[in-house]
């Protein structure tokens, strides 16, 4: 078992921030007039973020500016990976701004040198682990929670730790079969970026995912999905969710419980870049100060991702108290440590132990 758990741990370690091979699906796209009917050039924002997060922030900023109108575009994150990788190499100027969720594949295309800088009063106010270079900048403190079905779960079945879920698993095999969530790390980047620092901080990744495995763990793209399966009943459990996602969908109504995990919370921040070849780099220099701003974090607190950069947790999520004080709130730093081997062999091994050890179902 040790043996399994390490080759698990060495192959994530490589493979994390290869993108994946999937066939790439066109964005949504949404315009956002402006406000003033001002007929200008459209702030370009391509985003692996969902629009019911950032059309707040997105509107406020049209109060602050009327005249600038927005075009944004919505995707998969490892699908904006391979546009916006694409674009670099070919020298296209198409995307003003580009927001993701997989912060390490943000730093990979800043580190092929696909980014513009930006230094501002906003920017340096962040801390150091959500910047890099001046170039790429976290604006979101969002943690990985598990997500329960308030209903259908007792509530003394309610994980609060991995060794809770494990156990549970173990002792309740028939209950839970097939009714186990998590993303597919092979099309979700952000779910192979927090498959692969489980792994690294957390010793009982591997009997964690075989566990899994014995109950049929079930894969979706996207956080909305899994959350809807949730709500819906079809799913009772999901790991790693995007608190901030959950959040919003318990606010309009879905019976689900929010647990972040007592043993250690890894927490994500959404990294924000302006490409090298943007049309119109002066918006985007814009807009990115103003989600930097303290009137855009408190829209984002209490609107889009609920979950302060103080590490401020809302008060009806199950988490210890003082979790930040702890050292429990682990955020993902920004920067060169997240770039790895980008090696499609080893990422393919990879994908092909998981498959084995967890064997999701589609």
Do not use: K
């Amino acid at each position: 078992m040790i043996a399994w758990v390490r080759t698990l741990a060495a192959l994530l370690a490589v493979a994390w921030a290869v993108p994946a091979l999937a066939q790439p699906v066109a964005p949504t796209v949404h315009l956002f007039p402006a406000s003033d009917g001002t007929q200008a050039p459209a702030l370009a924002i391509h985003a692996a973020t969902d629009l019911v997060a950032m059309a707040p922030l997105i509107r406020d900023f049209q109060q602050r500016y009327p005249d600038i109108p927005v075009r944004f575009e919505e995707y998969v994150t490892t699908h904006l990976f391979q546009r916006a990788t694409a674009d670099c190499a070919a020298g296209r100027g198409e995307m003003d701004l580009i927001l993701s969720s997989s912060a390490d594949q943000v730093v990979a295309l800043v580190n092929d040198g696909c980014a513009q800088q930006h230094r501002s009063l906003e920017t340096t106010r962040l801390p150091a682990w959500a910047r890099w270079r001046d170039e790429v900048f976290g604006f979101t403190f969002e943690p990985a929670a598990i997500v329960v079905h308030r209903d259908l779960v007792p509530v003394t079945e309610v994980p609060e730790t991995r060794l809770d879920l494990i156990a549970l698993l173990r002792a309740r095999p028939e209950r839970y079969r097939g009714r186990i969530g998590t993303y597919d790390i092979e099309l979700s980047g952000i779910g192979f970026l927090f498959a692969a620092t489980d792994a690294r901080q957390s010793s009982l990744f591997g009997q964690l995912i075989e566990a899994f495995g014995r109950t049929g763990l079930v894969t979706r793209c996207c956080s909305a999905d899994l959350l809807d399966d949730i709500a819906a009943g079809r799913l009772l459990i999901g790991y790693n969710i995007l608190a901030s996602y959950a959040y919003g969908a318990r606010e309009r109504g879905a019976p689900i419980e929010i647990v972040l995990p007592h043993d250690g919370t890894i927490v994500l921040s959404r990294a924000a870049m302006i490409p090298t070849h943007a049309p119109n780099p002066a918006l985007a220099r814009l807009f990115l100060d103003h989600l930097l701003s303290e009137r855009g974090q408190a829209i984002a607190r209490t609107q889009s991702f609920f979950f302060g950069m103080d590490g401020s947790v809302p008060l009806d999520v199950i988490a210890p108290g003082g979790m930040a004080a702890a050292g429990l709130l682990r955020p993902i730093t920004i920067g060169p440590a997240l770039l790895a081997e980008q090696d499609r062999a080893r990422r393919q091994r990879f994908l092909t132990t998981w498959r084995r050890a967890a064997r999701p179902v589609p």
